[in-house]
Structure formats: structure tokens, C-alpha cells
């Protein structure tokens, strides 16, 4: 069993819909997760950070992160056709520790159409 | 600030070939990542360095793989007797070294994309 897990998809929407992205961990430890976008043959790119448990918002896109049940969210309002992209969930550890190694999902792919 | 390059982007080698790519951080910043990621998978942490240091390796990491940092400036991996299974996207990442108990942010590079046939 992968540490952690995210659906594939792929995941197509209407433009305008909103758009719910997950994933699951089995590590304890995580205590930093991001989420990164990353386009057809290009690196990934940082969209959102959130440091243990809460919710955090910025513009469009809003992060959520439940410890307890081990379950990250983005959720993505109005999604336009640019968003059309792999999201990739990740996380890091780094507690007292010297490396800030990421663990990713395998990433869901998202289709927004006009 | 031009962001982390990578060099080259693309590279067809036949297997059994050794390749090197090369990886240029964003210029203050003191960490330095690798991953490998496949097709229809998520980035995979493959090394890490500190400055100069190699700090970190994965058990991905093979005999065959060599990363080096000379000077803590840019990086160099290479695959030496490449096998069909290296085939994938490399990505370096660089970051500044946060405060004890905080997760600094990586940026990635646009990765080198190796194909071995």
C-alpha cells in the first residue's frame, strides 16, 4: 500500500463547476501538506500550503486537511478551462528532521470544459 | 529570477548508454532535490542535498545513478548502463532551508524527459 493514495481519474467538468480533488495518507508523521498543478510535460508548480489540520483559502481554490480521518481536499470554485491540468497532492514529515523530502500521489487529472 | 532550469529536456539514448543531466537551482537557495516520475505517476524523491552535502538517498536510487553538487550550486545526475526501466521525467527542485519544524516550499524544474531504447 502506497503511503499516500489519490483517485487517477480522469475527472472532467463542465466550466463553472466546482471541483473536488482528494487524498488519502497512511503516515502519522505528515505534517505539511501541499498541493502542486503540473501541465502537460511540464514541472509541477505549487498551488496551495497548509501546516497541520484546518482549511485554507486562496482566491479560487480552497485546501482543507482532516488528520484525524488521514484525508487532504482542494476544492477548486468556477474552474475554467486553464485549470485543466494533473493536481498532485504531497507531504513532508520534516519534523526535527534535516530533509524535506515530498511524498506525492499519483495525481489526478482534471478536463474542464468550456 | 529565472526560476529552476534543467538541461537537456529531452533526451533518446540507446540502453546501456551512461547520460548526465544537469539541474541549475534558483541561486539562493541551499537545497537541492531530485525525483523521478513515470508516466500516470507522481513525482518520486530520489536524493537530496544540503549545500554541497548529499544528505539523503533513496533506495530507488541504484548503483548506477550518481548525484553530485559540487561547490552547492548546480547539480549533476547521471545514469551510467541505462535500462529501459530508467525511462522517465527527472525533476530537480530547489528550496531555502526553513526554521527547524517548518516545510520550506520546492520549486521544480520542467525536468528532463530520458527515453532509453
Known amino acids: 500500500q502506497k503511503e499516500v493514495e489519490q483517485d487517477p481519474g480522469p475527472l472532467s467538468v463542465p466550466e463553472g463547476a466546482i471541483v473536488s480533488l482528494n487524498c488519502t495518507y497512511s503516515?502519522?508523521?505528515?505534517?505539511?501538506f501541499m498541493w502542486y498543478r503540473q501541465y502537460s510535460r511540464k514541472g509541477p508548480e505549487l498551488l496551495m500550503y497548509?501546516?497541520?489540520?484546518g482549511n485554507k483559502e486562496d482566491g479560487r481554490f480552497t485546501a482543507q486537511v482532516d488528520k484525524s480521518s488521514k484525508y487532504i481536499s482542494l476544492f477548486i470554485r468556477d474552474s475554467q478551462p486553464s485549470d485543466s491540468a494533473t493536481y498532485l497532492c504531497?507531504?513532508?514529515?520534516?519534523?526535527?528532521?534535516?530533509?524535506?523530502?515530498?511524498?506525492f500521489g499519483q495525481g489526478t487529472t482534471l478536463q474542464v470544459k468550456p | 529570477d529565472t526560476g529552476v532550469s534543467q538541461d537537456p529536456r529531452h533526451k533518446i539514448t540507446k540502453r546501456g548508454q551512461n547520460v548526465t543531466f544537469r539541474c541549475d537551482p534558483i541561486?539562493?537557495?541551499?537545497?537541492l532535490y531530485w525525483y523521478r516520475q513515470t508516466l500516470g505517476q507522481g513525482p518520486e524523491f530520489l536524493t537530496y542535498?544540503?549545500?554541497?552535502?548529499?544528505?539523503?538517498k533513496s533506495r530507488l536510487l541504484s548503483d548506477r545513478f550518481s548525484a553530485e553538487r559540487p561547490k552547492g550550486s548546480f547539480s549533476t545526475l547521471e545514469i551510467q548502463r541505462t535500462e529501459q526501466g530508467d525511462s522517465a521525467m527527472y525533476l530537480c527542485?530547489?528550496?531555502?532551508?526553513?526554521?527547524?519544524?517548518?516545510?520550506?516550499?520546492?520549486?521544480f524544474g520542467p525536468g528532463t524527459r530520458l527515453l532509453v531504447l
Open positions: 504531497a507531504m513532508s514529515a520534516d519534523w526535527g528532521s534535516n530533509t524535506g523530502k515530498l511524498i
Open positions: 503516515n502519522s508523521a505528515f505534517q505539511y
Open positions: 527542485a530547489s528550496s531555502l532551508e526553513g526554521r527547524v519544524g517548518t516545510q520550506e516550499t520546492q520549486y
Open positions: 541561486s539562493e537557495h541551499n537545497r
Open positions: 497548509t501546516y497541520s489540520s
Open positions: 542535498f544540503q549545500n554541497e552535502a548529499q544528505l539523503e
